[in-house]
C-alpha cells in the first residue's frame, strides 16, 4: 500500500512511518505547514518541521512539505478569534482535524494517488457488526485522543492508518529508542500550536479583535470583582479573577460579552442536567438511547442519552448532573461495542 504519513516531528508520527514501513508499505513523509506566524510549540515550528525532515532521513523515507497555511486561517485562526470574541470556548485541535489532516490531507493524497493517510494520533480504527470503520480508543488510556478525531466518518476511515494506536507512549517511546530516532525523548507539547509562550493568549487575541474589560457578579447580581477582557474567560474557569472575598471557591457560570458581565457561583451552581449540540458529526448513523459523554480532550465520561434532533441540534441528557460545558466546547460521544469503546459522533456545545 502507498501511504501518506504526516510528519509533525514528534515521535508518535516518527515511528507510526516506522511500524508502516516494517509492514512492507511504500512510505512517504509529509510536514505541513500551517501557521506562518510566529510559533514555539506543536507542529508548526521551525524546530519541528526540521525534526520531522530528520525523522523522514533517519527512516530513509522521502519527505514533503505542503503549504496549508491560508486554509488553516481560514478554518482554525480566524474561527477561534471569532468563538472568544463571541465568548465561545473553541477547540482549535478538534478543527484542525476536521478541516485539514482528515479533509485537505485526505483529498490531497487522492490527488497524488496515495492509498492512505497515517497520523501518529493515539487511536485505533476499528470494524464494527456492519463492516463500517469507527473510531475506537486508543491503547494508552492516558494518551488517548479519539476525541480529537470524532469528525471522521467511516468514509473517511476507509482511507486512514493510526500506527501507535495499540501501543503505549512507553512502548512507542522504546521503538523510537530502538530506532535511534532523535524525536525518541521529545516531550510532548500541550499547547496551542499558534500562540507562543511568550506572547501568551491575551496578546494573541488582543491583536485580532477588540477585548473589552467586564463586571464580575455573583448568582444575585451582586458585583464582587472585574476582569479585563472578557473574551478571554470561559464557563468553568476558577483561576485567574482575583475575586474579593477568598472563602468558598467561586467558578464561571456565565459569559455575557455583549453585557460585559462574567457570573460566577459555587460548583453546584454549574450542575446542569442536559446540554444541546450543534454541528453533529455521526460516526455512521444518528443514535438515539444511552451513550457515553465526554467533554474535554482529557475530561471523564459520563454516562448519558440522545434525545430528539430539532434543526441540526441534539439534547444530550446527563445521567445525573454535570458541569456546564463551556459554548464552543466538543462533547464525544462513544457506546462500547464488543471491547471496544467506540466513537458515534459528537458536536458542539450550545
Same mark, same amino acid.
Given at each position: 500500500?502507498?501511504?501518506?504519513?504526516?510528519?509533525?516531528?514528534?515521535?508518535?508520527?516518527?515511528?507510526?512511518?516506522?511500524?508502516?514501513?516494517?509492514?512492507?508499505?511504500?512510505?512517504?513523509?509529509?510536514?505541513?505547514?500551517?501557521?506562518?506566524? +510566529?510559533?514555539?510549540?506543536?507542529?508548526?515550528? $521551525?524546530?519541528?518541521?526540521?525534526? @520531522? !525532515? /530528520?525523522? &523522514?532521513?533517519?527512516? #530513509?523515507?522521502?519527505?514533503?512539505?505542503?503549504?496549508?497555511?491560508?486554509?488553516?486561517?481560514?478554518?482554525?485562526?480566524?474561527?477561534?478569534?471569532?468563538?472568544?470574541?463571541?465568548?465561545?470556548?473553541?477547540?482549535?485541535?478538534?478543527?484542525?482535524?476536521?478541516?485539514?489532516?482528515?479533509?485537505?490531507?485526505?483529498?490531497?493524497?487522492?490527488?497524488?494517488?496515495?492509498?492512505?493517510? +497515517?497520523?501518529?494520533?493515539?487511536?485505533?480504527? $476499528?470494524?464494527?457488526?456492519?463492516? @463500517? !470503520? /469507527?473510531? &475506537?480508543?486508543?491503547? #494508552?488510556?492516558?494518551?488517548?485522543?479519539?476525541?480529537?478525531?470524532?469528525?471522521?466518518?467511516?468514509?473517511?476511515?476507509?482511507?486512514?492508518?493510526?500506527?501507535?494506536?495499540?501501543?503505549?507512549?512507553?512502548?512507542?517511546?522504546?521503538?523510537?529508542?530502538?530506532?535511534?530516532?532523535?524525536?525518541?525523548?521529545?516531550?510532548?507539547?500541550?499547547?496551542?500550536?499558534?500562540?507562543?509562550? +511568550?506572547?501568551?493568549?491575551?496578546?494573541?487575541?488582543?491583536?485580532?479583535?477588540?477585548?473589552?474589560?467586564?463586571?464580575?457578579?455573583?448568582?444575585?447580581?451582586?458585583?464582587?470583582?472585574?476582569?479585563?477582557?472578557?473574551?478571554?474567560?470561559?464557563?468553568?474557569?476558577?483561576?485567574?479573577?482575583?475575586?474579593?472575598?477568598?472563602?468558598?471557591?467561586?467558578?464561571?457560570?456565565?459569559?455575557?460579552?455583549?453585557?460585559?458581565?462574567?457570573?460566577?457561583?459555587?460548583?453546584?451552581?454549574?450542575?446542569?442536567?442536559?446540554?444541546?449540540?450543534?454541528?453533529?458529526?455521526?460516526?455512521?448513523?444518528?443514535?438515539?438511547?444511552?451513550?457515553?459523554?465526554?467533554?474535554?480532550?482529557?475530561?471523564?465520561?459520563?454516562?448519558?442519552?440522545?434525545?430528539?434532533?430539532?434543526?441540526?441540534?441534539?439534547?444530550?441528557?446527563?445521567?445525573?448532573?454535570?458541569?456546564?460545558?463551556?459554548?464552543?466546547?466538543?462533547?464525544?460521544?462513544?457506546?462500547?461495542?464488543?471491547?471496544?469503546?467506540?466513537?458515534?459522533?459528537?458536536?458542539?456545545?450550545?
Amino acid at each position: 500500500m502507498r501511504v501518506l504519513c504526516a510528519l509533525s516531528g514528534g515521535v508518535d508520527s516518527s515511528v507510526a512511518a516506522a511500524l508502516l514501513l516494517d509492514e512492507g508499505h511504500e512510505v512517504v513523509g509529509v510536514t505541513m505547514k500551517l501557521w506562518g506566524g +510566529a510559533s514555539d510549540t506543536g507542529c508548526c515550528s $521551525v524546530a519541528d518541521v526540521e525534526d @520531522a !525532515r /530528520r525523522a &523522514a532521513a533517519q527512516l #530513509d523515507v522521502e519527505h514533503h512539505v505542503f503549504n496549508f497555511g491560508d486554509e488553516f486561517n481560514r478554518h482554525v485562526v480566524d474561527p477561534y478569534v471569532a468563538d472568544h470574541a463571541a465568548g465561545r470556548t473553541p477547540n482549535p485541535c478538534v478543527e484542525c482535524n476536521r478541516h485539514l489532516k482528515f479533509d485537505q490531507l485526505l483529498r490531497r493524497a487522492e490527488v497524488l494517488g496515495f492509498d492512505a493517510v +497515517a497520523t501518529g494520533h493515539h487511536a485505533r480504527v $476499528v470494524e464494527v457488526g456492519d463492516g @463500517a !470503520r /469507527r473510531i &475506537a480508543r486508543g491503547a #494508552d488510556a492516558a494518551k488517548d485522543q479519539s476525541y480529537v478525531l470524532h469528525p471522521l466518518t467511516s468514509h473517511d476511515l476507509e482511507r486512514v492508518l493510526l500506527p501507535v494506536g495499540e501501543l503505549t507512549k512507553a512502548q512507542v517511546r522504546h521503538r523510537a529508542e530502538e530506532l535511534g530516532l532523535r524525536t525518541a525523548a521529545k516531550p510532548e507539547s500541550q499547547d496551542v500550536c499558534f500562540i507562543t509562550r +511568550a506572547e501568551g493568549r491575551r496578546t494573541f487575541l488582543g491583536e485580532r479583535a477588540e477585548l473589552h474589560p467586564a463586571t464580575v457578579v455573583d448568582q444575585h447580581g451582586a458585583q464582587v470583582g472585574d476582569v479585563d477582557a472578557v473574551e478571554l474567560v470561559t464557563v468553568g474557569q476558577r483561576r485567574g479573577l482575583e475575586l474579593a472575598g477568598g472563602g468558598v471557591r467561586r467558578y464561571v457560570t456565565d459569559v455575557d460579552v455583549p453585557a460585559r458581565t462574567v457570573t460566577v457561583g459555587r460548583r453546584e451552581d454549574l450542575l446542569r442536567d442536559d446540554v444541546v449540540l450543534d454541528t453533529l458529526v455521526w460516526a455512521g448513523e444518528p443514535v438515539s438511547g444511552p451513550v457515553l459523554a465526554q467533554r474535554s480532550a482529557h475530561g471523564a465520561v459520563a454516562p448519558a442519552s440522545v434525545g430528539a434532533t430539532s434543526s441540526g441540534t441534539v439534547a444530550l441528557r446527563w445521567d445525573s448532573p454535570q458541569p456546564r460545558v463551556a459554548p464552543g466546547q466538543s462533547v464525544v460521544l462513544y457506546r462500547h461495542i464488543g471491547d471496544d469503546e467506540v466513537v458515534v459522533g459528537g458536536g458542539l456545545a450550545r
